[in-house]
């Protein structure tokens, strides 16, 4: 399963950015992993006095960010095992600034939010291997938009590099 197997259809058109920062030639599962490690080099390497940094008021820390990539995917996990399984409720979304103030990601170490994102990921990573295509071609409605359980997986991982990309460019 390719993002380039993809059709527009199978998402909501505010995801094909994410989606368009993935090579076309790239398994879904190559692409969980290999974004995972370069997912915990990146924050490993943030500099310490970094990881808690807010470039402007009400803006998220690398910390947080992480936080809300392990959230964000747990949720389209969430979605995507409903989905396999042909669930045709429609799940609704949720508002990722309302998640960041509890999780007091800035109080955490680095170690046990890189520990936590490796859990999340191998779940993951577990999840979608063991969908088939057809499985993975199933398609739910999730904040009112129709999505793809392989789409679903892809956009995680199109998701992490789009927050890795604003962490470079006004974090470090």
Same mark, same amino acid.
């Given at each position: 399963?390719?993002?380039?197997?993809?059709?527009?259809?199978?998402?909501?058109?505010?995801?094909?950015? =994410? +989606?368009?920062?993935?090579?076309? !030639?790239?398994?879904?599962?190559?692409? $969980?992993? @290999?974004?995972?490690?370069? #997912?915990?080099?990146?924050?490993?390497?943030?500099?310490?006095?970094?990881?808690?940094?807010?470039?402007?008021?009400?803006?998220?820390?690398?910390?947080?960010?992480?936080?809300?990539?392990?959230?964000?995917?747990?949720?389209?996990?969430?979605?995507?095992?409903?989905?396999?399984?042909?669930?045709?409720?429609?799940?609704?979304?949720?508002?990722?600034?309302? =998640? +960041?103030?509890?999780?007091?990601? !800035?109080?955490?170490?680095?170690?046990? $939010?890189? @520990?936590?994102?490796?859990? #999340?990921?191998?779940?993951?990573?577990?999840?979608?291997?063991?969908?088939?295509?057809?499985?993975?071609?199933?398609?739910?409605?999730?904040?009112?938009?129709?999505?793809?359980?392989?789409?679903?997986?892809?956009?995680?991982?199109?998701?992490?590099?789009?927050?890795?990309?604003?962490?470079?460019?006004?974090?470090?």
């Amino acid at each position: 399963m390719y993002t380039k197997d993809l059709t527009p259809s199978e998402y909501n058109p505010y995801y094909a950015p =994410f +989606i368009k920062m993935i090579d076309g !030639d790239t398994t879904l599962i190559h692409a $969980l992993r @290999e974004s995972s490690e370069e #997912v915990i080099s990146f924050f490993n390497d943030i500099p310490s006095d970094k990881l808690s940094y807010r470039y402007d008021v009400g803006k998220w820390t690398p910390k947080e960010v992480l936080v809300h990539l392990m959230d964000t995917e747990r949720i389209f996990s969430y979605r995507a095992l409903r989905f396999a399984r042909k669930d045709k409720v429609n799940l609704l979304g949720f508002d990722q600034n309302d =998640f +960041i103030p509890p999780s007091k990601a !800035d109080s955490r170490s680095m170690n046990s $939010l890189i @520990e936590e994102y490796k859990a #999340v990921r191998d779940a993951t990573i577990a999840l979608f291997k063991n969908l088939d295509n057809t499985m993975l071609k199933e398609i739910g409605t999730g904040s009112g938009s129709p999505m793809s359980v392989r789409a679903l997986g892809f956009i995680t991982v199109g998701h992490e590099k789009h927050h890795v990309s604003i962490i470079k460019e006004r974090y470090l």
